[in-house]
DNA sequence: CAGATCATGTAACTGGTTACATGATTCA
DNA sequence: TGAATCATGTAACCAGTTACATGATCTG
């Protein structure tokens, strides 16, 4: 379970409630694909009841306690483990791609529409993945190598964003030509 | 649900039986998130219920009866209707960029190897994507406009791995830099 | 006064994976 | 003789989404 490490990544560098890493999720691309409490909040759950984390429970006046989650020795060689096992590859779930395939049922209109919004939505989405992926409180830099580590991690994400916006310019000039 | 979408453009272009169906899915990278029976022939037997799609059933001596899917006229209908509403936004859940964060942990020899590891392994699935993408048993070409679709949908793939493929070699070298 | 933020969690669901089961035929 | 291909399907499970529930405090 992806999830799993990816939670004890974070908290390997420092420790987080449950909703602090929810917000983590939320706002960065890197972690986008899981921004929702019931999974986080099961996972510490797990995490804990496996001896991987555990919890400092910080009593609040008028809000509701804070579970604050750090690793564990054990949680510790976990993570190790797990960042020297084989990489995986990179997954890619691209529904406009398969809409594309079949989009020669569209009138040239329709379809320039269709690929215009596209566009937007992607020259947007890269924007805000630009934005967060810089964010130093989004991850640490504590050598020079981990700074290297994380711009490099930055840059994969907002290159993609950049490759698939000049796709899809490059297709639409493509399909103006056809056009003429 | 996309895998409804993705069978109905499918059989918009021929009749299929579930097994071809499967074999597609398995073979093409744009179709790569589900190669699996079960829902592939649990989906062909709600598309039949919803009347999107008719069956024939093709007796064989000595082998199981081919059940071949084609379009009804709703069926067509919901496909032209999907083509038109709104793009969705590639998804990249991207595991090896979570496992890089941090990977500071390791020693040099041992980060240089999993991004070697991860280098190969791109190298391949990218070769093999290019052959999949460029195979013309897996998608039509009826008008040259249809025929530009999907030469563009074969080039977001196989760019996408030589992208990928380059930042990690040029992330290797960037820490071999550091090294010196 | 409405909506966001802090902070926890649960219920019901959809989507997707792994593994199993059957059984004939072809190929090395 | 063992593996691959053709062709159907089911069972058990894991992963992820949406929506709900509570309740105080802060901000416009």
Redesign the pocket.
């Known amino acids: ?3 799993e490490y990816a939670i004890l990544g974070l908290l390997s560098w420092q420790p987080f ?4 890493l ?2 983590i999720f939320e706002d960065s691309p890197v972690y986008h ?7 986080i ?2 996972t ?2 797990n995490l804990h009841n496996e001896g991987l984390v555990e919890r400092d429970i910080q009593q ?1 006046e ?7 989650y750090s690793l564990t020795p054990q949680g510790h060689n976990a993570l190790r483990h797990w960042l020297n096992s084989t990489p995986s590859l990179p997954l890619r ?1 691209h529904e406009f791609l398969i809409q594309l395939g079949w989009a020669d049922q569209l009138s040239s209109a329709e379809l320039d529409s269709l690929l215009s919004n596209y566009e937007d939505e992607v020259f947007a989405l890269g924007l805000l993945v630009q934005a967060s992926v810089k964010n130093p409180q989004l991850h640490p830099a504590r050598t020079m190598r981990e700074n290297l580590l994380w711009d490099s991690i930055a840059e994969n994400w907002s290159g993609y964003y950049q490759y698939e916006l000049e796709w899809v310019r490059n297709l639409r000039r493509q399909l103006q030509t056809l056009e003429v």
Chains 1, 2 share one sequence.
């Open positions: 379970m992806t999830l409630s449950g909703y602090d929810k917000r694909w899981s921004g929702n409490n019931n999974q909040y099961r510490l759950v609040q008028s809000l509701p306690a804070r579970k604050v779930k």
